[in-house]
Each structure stands twice: as C-alpha cells, then as structure tokens.
C-alpha cells in the first residue's frame, strides 16, 4: 500500500485553518473535524469519536505545553489517511494537568493503524523545536504554516 | 528489556512518544525494545515490560502491572523523557 499522506510542508489549503473562534475544547475539535472532512480524510462523525476518546481517557491528547493532537481509531467515518493544522484565535483549555492553554491542535485520520507511522515521527522530529508551536499558533498565512513544517526533515535510519 | 509507549486509540501519540522515547534512550546509550500500544491491550502489550510510558491522565487506565509507570509530561521533550528513564532504568 502507498502511503499517501503528503509531506508536512505540502499540507493542501484545506488541511490548515488559521485562527479558528472556538469557546471550549470540545468546539475547537470541532474545527479539526471540519479540516479533516474539507480534506476529503473524514466525514463529521468522526469528530464525534475524537471527542469520546477525551470524554472516555482525558486530555491525554495534549501533549506538548500548548499543543493537542486530535486523533481516534481507524473507523468506517475515515475515508482517507491525513493530518491537520489548526491554529485558534484563543487558547482552550483541556483540563490537563501542566500543557494548558491550547494553542495548535493537529488533526490525524487513519485508516488502518500503522499508516500513519511515518508522518507522526516526521511530526516528533518537528516537534522537539520547542518554538514552533508558539511560532505556528502565530503564523498569519497557509504558506507560512508549511514553510515552518519543512522546517525539519525525517532523519534517516532509525530516530537516531 | 521491554518498553511500551501508551496512548488512549494506539495510533497518535503513544507513536510519538515511542519515537522520542527511542532517541531518549539512544542519548543514554540504552538498547530497549520500545513499543507502542493503546489501553486496551495493555494488558498483553505491556507483558514482561519493565516500564510503561505514558501520559498523567492515563495512569488511572493502567491496571495491575509489574512495570515500573514512567510519567512523562511534555512528549516532545527528550530532556525530560531522558532523565525519567534513566531514573527508571539506569
């Protein structure tokens, strides 16, 4: 199988909104279903389930200070493999106990569970740059949100 | 030895974490078998593991384990991950 979710510095128009309104976690995971299911990876019920995942395990999703990624199983509802940038107009709180407020929440469609491996460790490779959350929760263009995602590249070999 | 990632669907973040967990452990000149898993097959994931990493919200979701429950804060910073295995493990 391909993989066939695109390069982090080449995310579509669609995967990235900027500076969405919402008033509580609940609503700013909304707006990353909204990315998900504009992106063609999803259709809305799968917010749903991304909502039961915090309801069910806490905001375990939150996982960097300002940072959340939004995810739930490989499911019926997830047509396509994908991620997604949103940023919010106002941080939200989670509820979790030292990353509050969220800034930056990545959105991430699977379809089976292993597809997406490659894209997430290019994610913790990006990620260990403790500005670029500030940086992408401040970005003002799509453009600028890639051109800080190809910031870092996958390092060959085994995440030495 | 035997260290499994933890995370609430298995895909996501305890992916993350395994990632950074594994470079963590390369500064410490460790050799570990490092997984990811999810809550529910904690209990045969986490089998002969010596630590289970994960995140202060799914502790309570563990169960009984003889692992030694590594709480890791921010999973992206290897500082932290680095000095709480090495107290784990070192």
Known sequence: MTFSIPPLDQLPDPAIALHATAADWRSAIRAVAAALTASGCSEPSYGDRMIALVEEYGPYIVIAPGLAMAHARPGPDVTAPGIVVVTLAEPVTFGHAYNDPVSVILGLAATEADQHVAAVASLANLFNDESLIPALAAATSRDEVRRLLGAAHPQSGEDS | ?90
């Open chain 2, 1 to 90: 030895m035997k260290i499994v990632a933890l995370c609430g669907a298995g895909i996501g973040t305890s992916e993350i974490l395994r990632v950074n967990a594994v470079r963590a452990l390369d500064r410490l000149g460790l050799d570990a078998d490092v997984s990811a898993s999810d809550v529910a097959n904690v209990a045969v994931a986490a089998a002969g593991a010596q630590v289970i990493l994960t995140s202060p919200e799914l502790v309570g979701s563990i169960g009984r384990t003889n692992a030694d429950i590594v709480v890791i804060q921010n999973y992206f910073d290897l500082d932290e991950i680095a000095a709480k295995l090495e107290a784990a493990i070192g």
